[in-house]
């Protein structure tokens, strides 16, 4: 594991950096896509057209599908949790947005017990990276707004 640390830390570096960048970067990096269909959070198909990927996968379908696990008493807010998409190299990007009313250090509690994620804390609040036991990139930033915590998930398979 101490030999991949350095990759997981570059990879995540290279994830974030492709999120927000503009300009000719070659980066693959893709988080979410604006446009792609939401996710049905009652567990039905989407409303919205189908997508290359089946997109009338539930939330917690989905986070199952990234080998996240899904916060206990978690909701998912409406039409934040969106279809996975591939970036050029094939590898599929999930995104995925939860929120409860527990404290931001009781789920980052959560997700690093166990040893699998390690925390790092950011100006908004904490971020949760780690390798899940697939060995999917996984990206948990953890803030608090408007008296609630905001569980933002990303995971990279492939």
């Known amino acids: 594991?101490?030999?991949?640390?350095p990759l997981?830390?570059?990879s995540a570096l290279a994830f974030s950096a492709g999120c927000g960048s503009s300009g000719d970067s070659k980066s693959t990096a893709v988080v979410a896509n604006p446009d792609a269909p939401t996710v049905s959070t009652t567990g039905g198909p989407s409303k919205t057209e189908p997508s290359a990927i089946p997109s009338n996968l539930s939330?917690?379908?989905l986070a199952a599908q990234a080998d996240v696990p899904v916060y206990p008493g978690a909701s998912f807010p409406d039409k934040q949790t969106k279809a996975p998409n591939k970036d050029e190299s094939g590898k599929l990007h999930t995104y995925l947005v939860m929120s409860t009313s527990d404290k931001?250090?009781?789920?980052?509690?959560?997700?690093v017990k166990g040893?699998?994620?390690s925390e790092m804390k950011?100006?908004?609040?904490?971020?949760?990276?780690?390798?899940?036991?697939?060995?999917?990139?996984v990206l948990i930033d953890i803030t608090e707004h408007a008296g609630q915590t905001i569980i933002s998930v990303k995971s990279v398979q492939g």
């Not at 594991?1 to 640390?5: E, F, G, H, R, S």
């Not at 931001?104 to 997700?111: D, G, M, Q, R, S």
């Open 104 to 111: 931001p250090n009781k789920v980052v509690e959560f997700y």
């Open 122 to 137: 950011t100006k908004e609040g904490s971020e949760v990276q780690g390798l899940s036991p697939k060995g999917n990139l």
């Open 1 to 5: 594991m101490i030999k991949a640390w």
């Open 59 to 61: 939330p917690q379908e």
């Open 8 to 10: 997981l830390v570059v």
């Open 115 to 117: 040893g699998k994620y």
